[in-house]
Each structure stands twice: as structure tokens, then as C-alpha cells.
């Protein structure tokens, strides 16, 4: 499986074409399969010996020491519902990037990787509510493969802040000139239910007006018939999307509305908890405007308000700004 992951780079090159790389594992106790973005896998271990501290999270089993760093190992299983996990030095840690930090998952198996397309991967089930750890669900070999929303765990066990302060820091004479005549309105794509909570927070504390999206092609039916009442621009002055989302990813949203006559100078703020340095050359590629990882929310504002701004100069589309935003 190693050598598996080694690979892992020469696999991003999806930008448009809707696919993505899936990891198989199986948790303690749990028969279900379930799946993680390959984008966001460092690699796969056997669980290394791990170092017990006081007054950890309960579902945090230790740390262990990985080509000098320290990380913290969270009990998969156990963090979604399951009972703890048993005979830890059989299992295996899926080392992973989110929102600016690693994480290692104990899980008691790794499978095998996939190369699908997200048009295979679907939301969640109606009904399924809110409790559980699910965004979106595949079918492979007959069997349903659960996609963990590992932003809402991580989310249960480290609480994010939203400091208002930061968001005040963007207020100044143009930007409110710019709020109180315009009214300006924001599109919001994302499957992590926490993820487009905090987001839409942040910009309604911006004085936005925001209108949600589940997935890409939701945000890109909005954006369809926003267009029939004028120009893309004067509906939505920012689109801030995730990447990873069922049916239809970030990049091939962005890369849909740039081919789109009607939708091309949309302005486009890609925000995603995927790092790493090709995630940079993608968004070149798809055409976005901006890629702001998860989740900093003074660099969230600084990007959306760049965004209205350019968008109310009439200069949207115009720069292509990749990496991380400049202050406005």
C-alpha cells in the first residue's frame, strides 16, 4: 500500500475531467467499508508505537513520533459511533492533511485505491439526518462504501473559532460603500454540512447575503438560472466553492463555468481542505480566481472582499490569482 501512495502524485492530473482517487479501509469492529480522498493521504502505516498523555481527547488513542513530527492518532472507529479499537498494534494510521494540519486515522485495514468518477459518488440518503458522519456514499463490488466527512469529526474533536475581530478587519470605507449600495450576494458550495455552516456564518457576519449549495452541479444549476435575471456578476458577486463534492467536484465546477458564455467572468474562490502543491497548479488549470485552504477565516474575508470588490470595479475574471490570497 506504500508503494501505492508513491504513486499518488501522478494521479492529479483530473483538473475538468471529474474524477477522483479513493482509499478503501475497514474500521474496528464496523463491516462497512469506507472511503477518503487519496488527495489528502500522506501515506499508510502499521500503527506505530504510540505514547499515551494526560487529559487527551477521548477519541485521540496517543501520538506517535512520524519522520520527525508529531501527530496526534485518532480512533476512527470509535470517533463515529463505534466502540474503541482492539488489537491497535495489527492496525494501520492513514496520515492526512486537513485544513492546515495532519492528523493520523487509525483504521483496522487499508484495501486498495480507486479511480472513479464523482458523477458515481452521490449525497448522503434523505432522511439520514444530521448525526451521522457520511458525505456521500458510493456502491463498489455490490457493496455501499460510506465517504466519511472527516471535517465534521475533526470538528467535534478541536472546535474551530470565527473571530469576529478578523472579520471586522476587512470593513472599510469601500468595502461598506460597496455593501450598503450593492447589497452583494455570495454562492456556497460545499457537502461538509460543518464546512458550509462556517462559511456561511463568516459571510453573513460580512453583511452577505448567501445562497447554499450541496454539490457543484446544484452550484452550477444556481448559477444557470441566476444568469436568465442579467449579467452572472451582478446575482453573485463571489462563488466560494469546495473541491471535493459527490457528482460534481470544485475543479470541474470552475471548469464548466469558464467554458460557459454566460458564466465565464463569475469570480471564483476555491476553498478546500485538499493541500499540498499540485492543489495550486489544478486551480491554474481549472481557472479560478483564488484557493483559500480550510478553514482561516480572516483569509477567507480578505479573499471574498477582493472578490466584491474587483467584481464591482468590473475587472472579474481578469486576474487570475492563485495561492494564498493578498490583502485587499
Partial sequence: MIGAMDSVNELTEVVGQNRMELLLFKLSGLRQRYGINVF?????????????????????????????????VIDLAYAIGGRPSTNIEKCFII???YNRSTHAFLVSNVERILNMNWDKIMPPPKGAGDSNYMTAVTEIDGELVEILDVEKI??????????QQ?????????????????????????????A????????????????????????????????ANGPITEQFAVVISDVEMPEMDGYTLCAKVRQDPVLKS?????????????????VSKAGANDFIPKFNSLELAKAVK?????????????DLVIGKTKEA
Fill in 40 to 72: 489528502k493521504v500522506r501515506e499508510v502505516l502499521p500503527c506505530p508505537r504510540l505514547t499515551v498523555m494526560p487529559k487527551l481527547q477521548k477519541f485521540v488513542i496517543g501520538v506517535a513520533h512520524i519522520r520527525g513530527q508529531t501527530i496526534s
Fill in 95 to 97: 496520515i492526512a492533511e
Fill in 154 to 163: 475533526l470538528e467535534e474533536i478541536s472546535p474551530s473559532k470565527l473571530d
Fill in 166 to 194: 478578523d472579520l471586522d478587519e476587512v470593513y472599510d470605507d469601500e468595502y461598506t460603500k460597496i455593501i450598503e449600495e450593492h447589497k452583494p450576494k455570495v454562492l456556497i458550495a460545499d457537502d461538509s454540512k460543518v
Fill in 196 to 227: 458550509l455552516n462556517q462559511v456561511c456564518y463568516a459571510m453573513e457576519k460580512m453583511n452577505l447575503e448567501v445562497v447554499k449549495a450541496n454539490d457543484g452541479r446544484e452550484a452550477y444549476e444556481i448559477l444557470r438560472q441566476a444568469a
Fill in 266 to 282: 463569475a469570480y471564483i474562490i476555491l476553498h478546500t481542505s485538499l493541500s499540498g502543491v499540485f492543489n495550486l497548479g489544478m
Fill in 306 to 318: 477582493k472578490g466584491i470588490i474587483l467584481t464591482n470595479a468590473g475587472r472579474s475574471g481578469s
